[in-house]
């Protein structure tokens, strides 16, 4: 690997390509390499594989999506980022089904559905049994059907249990712990016909060859356990993650989705690109905390936290730490302040300040557009707000402007140094102005 140790113009000399015999190498007669000797061609390929893209993008935005998705699907941060980029382009991507998937992600009208080969546990052998018999036999109807019609040798309990599990049964039934209850059941049933079909002992309907009676015979002889009420939601999110790796059907941040656009447009995703001396603010819930205690004796504490497009570790030291502690606990769902830090080539979030979701308020003032492109009218809220600011470190409630016509509503939110101490204060200031303003939370709106 080469090392540059020098940047100077020597003018115009011919340049070779290296690794090619005979005198054709990128270095100059004096052993030095040239630097720009970039192949014009290969920046025309690029430049065309750049256009194709972004006319498939532009054009067919669902396909290209599924194509994208099923291109990076080993890797998780690469497909959380990407399932953020379909909400915002408003495509759905569904959870596997077992009546719809095949093995990779697939492109429908409006939406993206999951492939079975995103499911843990199950395998390639597992699923290209399931498919054939699928097409062979048509939908599966209920999971006695299934169980009577698999091989067991390739679709075992496990990828079963997690096909339950991560939603992929829901077009048959949606009480998932109640098929997870069924399913020994089920399996010993379909085992014990399995045996008697090879024994010479079938039923009538096996004997008559009729495949819509047998399905209805399976559904109804198949025994069922004891009734039981399904996983509550955050356990069947739980589950999902576990087996997908991600949120599918729901998110807890996701009905927080367009407030969070406003308050914190910065997805986790694209800290990477963001200054290091910024403050910046996200929403994000905590997926594990890791309490540390430092050498002084100090506590504090390492994170996991994620949004709806990524994921990152972030720490929250002893000073911030204590004033915050009571909401840093695991699934916790916060708008946090902080800044990135870069170490070892590492993306951290150093968070300074956090707030539980459901108690962040907003300032809201209604503006025509007229008022908003008054030079005194901004003038006059400029120094209103300067006024309901205080100390800098107290001022945390954001201000958002709302400018509509009769054609339409939009959402500013004003920059950091425009927030506010008391919201209610601010609103009493800004009526009095003239301003029509109101608080509001985060949740909710």
Known sequence: MAKIIDRRSLGIQPVYDIGVEQDHNFVLSSGLVASNCFNKSHSTAYGYVTYQTAYLKANYPTEYMAALLT????????????IANCLSLNIQVEPPDINRSGVDFTPLENSILFGLSAVRSVG?????????????????ISLADLCDRIDPRAVNRRALEALIQCGAFDCIS????????????????????????LSGQGSLFDLMGDTQKQKSSAGFEAPKAPTVEDFPKQEKLRLEKELLGFYISDHPLKSVQQSARILAPVNLSDLEDQPDDRILS???MLTSVKPVVTKKGDSMAILQ??????????VVFPKSFARIKEYI??????????????RDEQVQFIIEDAEPIDQVQMVMVELEPKDAGDYMACDKLRNILKEQRGEDEKAK?????????LNRRQFIRLGGQFKVQNPQATVAALTQ????????????T
Not at 71 to 81: A, L, P, T
Not at 305 to 314: K, N, P, Q, R
Not at 433 to 444: D, I, N, P, Y
């Open 71 to 82: 291109s990076n699907s080993g890797d998780q941060d690469k497909v959380q980022k990407y």
């Open 124 to 140: 390639e052998g597992a699923i290209e049994s399931l498919l054939k018999v699928r097409d062979v036999g048509g939908k599966f």
């Open 174 to 197: 949606l009480n998932r712990n109640q098929l997870v209850h069924d399913l020994d059941l089920v399996l010993d049933w379909a085992q014990s016909r399995a045996k008697d079909r």
């Open 282 to 284: 996200a929403i994000v």
């Open 305 to 314: 936290i994620e949004d709806l497009s990524g994921h990152t570790e972030a």
């Open 329 to 342: 606990v695991a699934d916790a769902r916060l708008m946090v302040w902080g800044k990135v830090d870069r």
């Open 397 to 405: 409630i954001p201000v958002v402007a709302i400018v509509s016509d």
């Open 433 to 444: 102005e003239g301003f029509h303003a109101r608080t509001s939370l985060l949740v909710g």
